[in-house]
Structure formats: C-alpha cells, structure tokens
C-alpha cells in the first residue's frame, strides 16, 4: 500500500490519437479511464475522437467522470466527425491548448502514443523542472512500451544532463490502480533545485474563465 492521501484530482492523460496494434494497449486506456472515472477525478485530454484518447474518455464518461477535451480550432474542424467524447474547448494554437491542460489539471498521466504523447510527457516534466507547476507524471507502462524510455532517461541522469531528483520527475507502473494512487497524492514527489514561489503557490487548477482565447464548444 501507499503512505499517500487521496484527493479529487483532474488529471490530464496524453496518449496515442491510434490504438496501437496490440489490443492491449486500447484496453488499458479503458480500464484506466474507468478506474479514472470511479475514483471520481476527472479527465483532461487532447480531445481526439479517435484512438487511445477515445477509449479513456468513454470509460470515464461511463462512470460519470467529469471529461474536459481542448482542441485547436483547425484540428477540430479537421476532426468534426469523429465527435470526441464530453465538454470541449476550443483555443487558437497547439501551444495555448497544451498550456490549458496543464493549467486544468492537478496531474498527468501518460499512456502510450507517438510524437504527440511524447512531446506533452516532456513538456510536463520540463515545466516541474523548472518550477512553472509541481505536478506528478506516471507513465503507465503497459507491455513495457515505455521501458526503452525509462532505460534512456537513467541514461541522461548518469551522464549528468538531468540530476537523480529530476530524474525521478517521471515514474512509471504497469498497474492502473497504482497510477492513480501516485496521481493523487497530495504533493509531487520529487523536489526541483530551480523553483518559482509563485507558480507553487497557484491553485492546482484555474478557472477556465481565466483563459483569454479559449470558448467552451456547446452542442
Ligand atoms: C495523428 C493523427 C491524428 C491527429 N489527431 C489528434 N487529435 C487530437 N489530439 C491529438 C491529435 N494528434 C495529436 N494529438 C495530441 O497529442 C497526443 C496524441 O498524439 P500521438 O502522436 O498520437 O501520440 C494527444 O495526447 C493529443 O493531446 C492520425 O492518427
């Protein structure tokens, strides 16, 4: 078990617009998103309508969780049809959109993906690096998809280009349960060398309202 108290929390999940060839992986984005959702947090994602972003928000809707999707106005249109699950918003650019997520959300789960998952994962990490949030990343490591990764980065840290505590910004499980467990901890649990006091200080997720440029799409 866990010494780490529970909380609502919001947790923003990147991961792959397609489902992956093995089966494994679209079932683990629903047993997460379902897990998710009857632990009463709620979902920000990238508000794909397809893929591994489709599978994690069904689930969580399913179990009545609150699912918050941000999209560009281009990429939206472009995927209209697809009709990505729960309340949207639309911003202007790719940076805004991930800038929303990360403001919306007291944690980031990461559930395999490509480039797209892979550059929010480190968008993230690099943020609690540099103290502009404190908020736990779990790779969730399904069929050890993201063990090369993990290998890599221990790599990084013992050349010297990341410390051990930075290092640590990113854990990682196999087990959604305890995914969640470690995303709804109270505090992060590795501190920066570089903070700023008032990033810290911000509440865990803003008013969306805060937001210039963004606009809740109703249907
Ligand atoms: C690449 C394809 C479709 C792109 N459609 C997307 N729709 C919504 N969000 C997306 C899309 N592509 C990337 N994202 C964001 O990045 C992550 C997924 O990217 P990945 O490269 O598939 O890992 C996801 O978290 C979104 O925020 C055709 O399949």
Redesign the pocket.
Known sequence: MHNIRQRAAIIAT?????PGRDLAYAALAQDFGTALGRRGCGLV????G??M?RAVAEAALAQGANVTGV?PHD?HER?RSQKAPGQIFLVRTMHERKALMYRLSSAFAVLP?????LD?LMEVATWNQLGMHRKRVVLLNAKGYFDSLLGFLDRVAQDGFLTPEERDLICATGDVEEALDLLTAETPQAAVAVTVPAAAARPAHDEIRAVPDSRLLTR
């Open positions: 990147f991961c792959g617009a397609r994602y990238g508000a794909g397809v893929g972003m999209v990429l995927e993906g490509g480039f797209g998952t929010e």
